[in-house]
């Protein structure tokens, strides 16, 4: 005696013989940047069709100072260093960029160009898109321009912070050499200035 159902296993009946297959739907990316993974489904929408991933190795250039900006680079992994240069032997770190945030901050402010270098510190998996149309999607979406702001607020607080934190670094381990010259001024005037 045979079991219900087990003269079908395996065989088509005519049904599905006749049915086109159907496309597999490819699931969305699922990005662990933290601004493409907050932002709001339609402001993500906008960006979604223009962003590729890429892995970038250490000291890539993303921007360059005073340079127009070509693309933006969220990242997914790695570590991104926004340098101001005083002179090209005088540079200091003023921004790291890690999974949370992104490039391109002169853009959403409505800038074209970064005043600073940036470039990758620690190699980085990164979603990026081309400036034109993200400048567009900030143009169409008020409420894209508004979240990203506050990424850029977050930034420059950071960047503050980091300054704050290496002058006083710097005064600390130069507060010697300071306080020798406060004690002693003829050593930093020709001896002619004094009376």
């Not at 890429?54 to 127009?68: G, V």
Request: net charge neutral; charged share 20%; glycine share 6%.
């Amino acid at each position: 005696m045979s079991s219900p159902n087990t003269s079908k296993i395996g065989v088509a009946n005519s049904e599905d013989r006749d049915r086109a297959p159907q496309p597999i739907p490819s699931p969305e990316p699922v990005y662990r940047n933290e601004l493409l993974r907050r932002m709001s489904p339609a402001d993500l929408q906008l960006l979604r069709p223009h962003l590729h991933s890429s892995f970038l190795p250490l000291r890539t250039q993303l921007e360059t100072a005073n340079a127009a900006i070509e693309a933006v680079y969220f990242f997914e992994t790695g570590i991104g260093s926004m340098v101001a240069k005083l002179r090209p032997e005088v540079d200091s770190e003023v921004i790291v960029i890690g999974f949370e945030g992104m490039t391109g901050s002169a853009l959403i402010m409505g800038g074209d160009r970064s005043p600073h270098d940036c470039y990758i510190q620690a190699d980085a998996e990164v979603a990026s898109m081309d400036a034109e149309p993200f400048t567009k999607a900030l143009s169409d979406s008020p409420t894209l321009r508004l979240f990203l702001l506050r990424y850029v607020h977050y930034a420059w607080i950071q960047a503050s912070y980091t300054a704050l934190a290496k002058c006083a670094f710097e005064t600390g381990r130069t507060a010697g050499k300071m306080a020798g010259h406060v004690q002693r001024p003829h050593r930093r005037r020709p001896a002619a200035d004094y009376p």
